[in-house]
């Protein structure tokens, strides 16, 4: 009972933070596996995808509600996610974690520093028109994001904000609430092979899903009423926990 209290506790605070600038995930997938270190990694990993994708439809249904979102071209990219999800988990194993780790932690510390340096950086909404060079520039965005959340995943919704914001001149809660959507098509992806495969463990899920549901309603209130100069902070920290969590696993 106590593992599963702390657990909606680390769902909550996973919920919020993965509505806000992304990243989730580091907080929740661990948890699971320090609690429940007799069920199953798949199931547990399944358990996680159900929780998150619950979250995640909630904060971008409280997004589209306060966010006028270019539709144009994030359905492109959330097709192309979706799509691209799945390869992407049916080339796991083919493509080494020990490969992907060192090139995710040199992107992670490339946008870190870009993010920091560049101090424009995600400010300002600045409008653009929607081209077919902007919707196919969004599909490639989403088939790459997309391939690598099923490949290996952590930071997902942070390389979509990262990219949403330089390709595309969004600002932080612009390029949080689209990523949303597309991270709603990756999870859905996900699911699709955890659930008939029957990897969710439903006890645990059901608490957990409500309190990261709540997180999330928290973490898109903040992104929206603080606005971007505090998500841009929050994206930062985001960031370099990121890298410090990556620069362990390497060397441990």
């Not at 995930?25 to 399944?46: D, E, K, R, V, Y």
């Not at 600002?171 to 990523?179: G, H, L, N, P």
Request: glycine content about 8%; some cysteine.
């Amino acid at each position: 009972m106590l593992s599963l209290t702390l657990l909606c506790l680390f769902a909550y605070a996973a919920g919020l933070i993965d509505a806000a600038v992304g990243g989730g995930g580091l907080i929740q997938l661990p948890a699971l596996f320090n609690f429940m270190p007799s069920i199953p990694s798949t199931a547990l990993l399944g358990t996680n995808k159900l929780v998150s994708a619950c979250g995640t439809a909630f904060a971008a249904k409280s997004f589209a509600g306060k966010v006028q979102l270019p539709w144009k071209l994030i359905l492109p990219a959330a097709v192309s996610a979706f799509v691209m999800a799945f390869l992407g988990a049916a080339a796991v194993s083919l493509v080494p974690q020990h490969v992907i780790r060192p090139v995710v932690l040199i992107l992670l510390v490339i946008m870190a520093a870009y993010t920091f340096f560049k101090k424009e950086f995600g400010a300002v909404q600045r409008p653009r028109e929607i081209t077919g060079r902007e919707r196919m520039l969004a599909l490639v965005i989403g088939g790459a994001i997309g391939f690598y959340d099923g490949l290996f995943g952590p930071g997902t919704g942070s390389f979509l904000i990262f990219l949403f914001i330089r390709f595309f001149a969004f600002d932080f809660v612009m390029a949080s609430a689209s990523a949303k959507i597309v991270n709603i098509a990756t999870n859905v992806a996900a699911l699709l092979f955890f659930i008939p495969a029957g990897k969710v463990v439903y006890t645990i899920a059901a608490p957990m899903a409500v309190c990261n549901i709540l997180g999330a309603l928290t973490g898109s209130w903040i992104a929206v009423h603080k606005g971007a100069a505090f998500v841009r902070v929050l994206f930062l920290v985001l960031l370099v926990t990121l890298i410090a969590k990556l620069s362990w696993d390497l060397i441990a």
